[in-house]
């Protein structure tokens, strides 16, 4: 599995070099023109320049009346926006990465303060359980969405994906995770809805389908669209977001039914529902160890080049590393 690992892997029209990826990881950096600090834009290059083959950047906000949850992010609605991405990513195709920029809204996890609209938008008036991390106050009611509103949302998805065309990004990552406004339509817990939008599986999606079509149609032929999905939310961690895998099988069906391919995320569902959903559970059938030796932890975490970036080539000589799994450093016991 080390040698995997290395080894190049086909993602549409793009041959990348590896298996080392870059996540969107937000760093909140951006001043009031909503542009990324250079220190956190090379950031990215330097890993690109270090052996990643994929690079994410952190989660672009895609409008500017209420979809911004935390302070310091950044938008690609404007020229000045633009301009300030293309060196990054012109510098990470030179070091012979991929780069795909990450967009989302925040809808009920929106911080009303720092949205011009002064306002919290979400499929129904549903508040998260936790409290906002930020303030350490309740999250505000958010107004259950007007068609008006979602049309004005999925618009500003596909001006945002414009953005990132300009700007030279090899691909685009819609964010349909972690709680935010796409994750809240998904799930039965924060859409109430009565109309098209809410009710079955295929009605919650239908807003993600939107906004899918809609950036498909404004992407050049061989750039990267990809489709964000989790079971949980960053404030509602306690709950499943989704009843059972019944919901989660007829989801990645619905995605795969469409321009974006649900092959490996059918395969990853499939493992962790019949293992209970239970990591630990995968690992003993799967036949795998955890790693307790700080020395290959250390190794993992070079490999993921989280921590320093420069280790990324290094790795290949670290024959103890033979496995992933998200949340666990694992290895292989063959």
Known sequence: ???????????????????????????????KEAIPRRDVLDF???RAQNGAALVFTEAIVTDYESAQGY???ARILT??????????????RAHGAVSIMQMF??????????????????PSPVTPRQVNPLTGEPYPVPDAMSRFDIAHVVNGFVETARGAVAAGFDGVEIHGAHGYLINQFLSS???????????????RFRFAREIIRAVHEVLPKDTLLTFRVSNWGIADMEVSLFRDAREWEELIDLIADGTISGRIAKQVFD???????????????????QVTDFGEIEAAIDAVIAAN????EQTKVKPQLAGWFVGQVMKSTS
């Open 1 to 31: 599995m080390t040698a995997d690992l290395f080894a190049p892997f086909t993602l549409g029209a793009y041959t990348l070099r590896n298996r080392l990826g870059v996540a969107p990881m937000p760093r909140m950096s951006a001043g």
């Open 44 to 46: 990215l290059v330097r």
């Open 71 to 73: 302070p310091g992010q």
């Open 79 to 92: 020229q000045p926006q633009i301009e300030a991405w293309k060196p990054v990513t012109e510098a990470i």
């Open 105 to 122: 809204h925040c809808g009920r996890m929106a911080w009303p303060e720092i949205n011009p609209a002064a306002r919290s938008i979400a």
């Open 189 to 203: 817990y924060s859409n109430h809805r009565t109309d098209e939008y809410g009710g079955t599986m295929a009605n």
């Open 271 to 289: 493992s962790m529902y019949k293992t209970g959903r239970d990591p630990a559970r995968i690992v003993e059938e799967e036949g795998l160890q």
């Open 309 to 312: 970036p420069d280790k990324a």
